[in-house]
């Protein structure tokens, strides 16, 4: 993070952080810089240290300049995809022989890349309750080079001990890598609590419109994040231009965004609370939800990602999916618009039959940023 933002607040620095005013023009956003190559004066004479838009691109600089501050980080950089930045990271860690403790809960793409790409490769998981940090512990073994985190985790929305995982990481001597999509830096600041990377799919709330699919990498450490520049350019699932101006747009609403979703979707979880036929909440905001205590300590406030159980099974949770009308049927989530899934179905059908599957009765949300009387009219109507 540059020096120059480090005394802001955090919606001051999601604003003005790599934002810088067009040098050329004075324009008050940073253009989008549609390029794919800039003129050399002379070989090797580069004007603004720009050579080739996989390399650099000066939109992506200011989305990545913008990360790294939000975060509190000294390396942010930019990819074309939340897999993409996940890939990059984990075959920049990880070298055949190695291995990594993932998560019980975790988004179906995480595992699906670590079960079925990354272990091609030689690179061996075992899968522990990441809310149990002697779970943790008992899981890594001489060969351990990461712990790999995500919390709230998708889509059951279990809370980990960050602070209390960077222990047992700094003890191990291995990595703590935390996947901060559902909290938003506004809400969750993992570096600052002791985690080496942070992990981002940019397509949720950082974008927060659903029109962009984006992800991003966070260091701590100079050295790694250098490392994983050089693997970004030579593997090169960058973010375009286009894309990267349209989150660094969306990111100047973040935080005004993610107090809104937190406040509407406290008021739905307790109404889903109340509903009869709805048979579990899972929602950190909840005094009952078993990281609460964890979630009020590392979080802002909760966020707007909901999972409920409804009586009478798969069936009956498809059906609430397909009878909600204004919360839209669909996967992705931290957009304004509210969304509803079925994850057993949809996000989360490649995790069927691993230690990773989910329930069938479970139906997820995605608490938008409409008035919260209307949310909870559909749900009503949507659970009869
Ligand atoms: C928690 C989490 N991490 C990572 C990803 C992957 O991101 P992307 O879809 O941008 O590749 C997702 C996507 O749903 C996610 O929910």
């Keep these: 993070m540059s020096d120059q933002h480090t005394h802001q607040n955090f919606e001051t620095r999601a604003i003005h952080a790599g934002n810088t ?19 050399q004066d002379g070989v090797g004479g580069l004007r603004g240290g720009y050579e080739y838009s996989r390399s650099a691109n000066p939109t992506r600089t200011a989305l990545e300049e913008n990360l790294a501050a939000l975060e509190g980080g000294r390396r942010g950089l930019a990819f074309a995809s939340g897999l993409a930045a996940e890939d990059c990271l984990l075959r920049t860690l990880l070298v055949p022989g190695d291995h990594v403790v993932i998560p019980n809960d975790a988004y179906g793409g995480t595992f699906r ?26 899981a890594i073994t001489d060969r351990t080079k990461a712990i790999w985190v995500e919390t709230p985790s998708n889509p059951l929305l279990g809370i980990t001990d960050i602070a209390a995982l960077a222990d047992v990481a700094r003890t191990a001597g291995v990595r703590l890598v ?10 969750q600041q993992p570096l600052a609590l002791g985690a080496d990377v942070v992990v981002h799919s940019l397509t949720k709330y950082m974008g927060g419109h659903s029109d962009v699919v984006g992800g991003a990498l966070v260091t701590a450490d100079e050295t790694l994040g250098e490392e994983l520049a050089y693997h970004q350019n030579a593997m090169g699932a ?12 969306g990111i100047k609403t973040l935080a005004v965004r993610m107090d809104r979703h937190s406040e509407n979707a406290t008021r739905v979880a307790e109404m889903l609370q109340q ?18 205590e964890v979630a009020a300590k590392q979080m802002r406030s909760f966020g707007g990602m909901i999972s409920f159980r409804v009586e009478g099974g798969e069936e009956a949770a498809v059906e609430v ?12 989530l931290g957009g ?9 179905r949809m996000t989360h059908a490649s995790v069927a039959g691993s230690l990773l599957e989910v329930p069938a009765d479970l139906v997820r949300l995605s608490v938008g940023i409409e008035n919260v009387d209307d949310l909870l009219e559909d749900l009503r109507q949507a659970l009869g």
């Design 21 to 39: 005013a067009d040098p050329l023009t004075g324009a008050v956003v940073p253009p989008i810089y549609q390029v794919s190559t800039y003129k």
């Design 113 to 138: 890349l670590f079960a079925k790409v990354v272990a091609r490769w030689g690179v061996e998981w075992s899968v522990a309750d990441t809310s149990d940090p002697a779970a943790v512990r008992d």
């Design 178 to 187: 935390v996947d901060n999509t559902f909290a938003s830096p506004y809400l």
């Design 238 to 249: 960058v973010a375009g231009p286009f894309d990267s101006w349209i989150v660094l747009r």
């Design 275 to 292: 509903h009869p036929k709805v048979t579990q909440v899972l929602y950190p905001g909840l005094p009952e939800h078993p990281g609460h």
């Design 321 to 332: 999916c397909n009878r909600a009308k204004l919360f839209t049927l669909g996967e992705s």
């Design 336 to 344: 304004v618009e509210s969304l509803i899934e079925h994850p057993g």
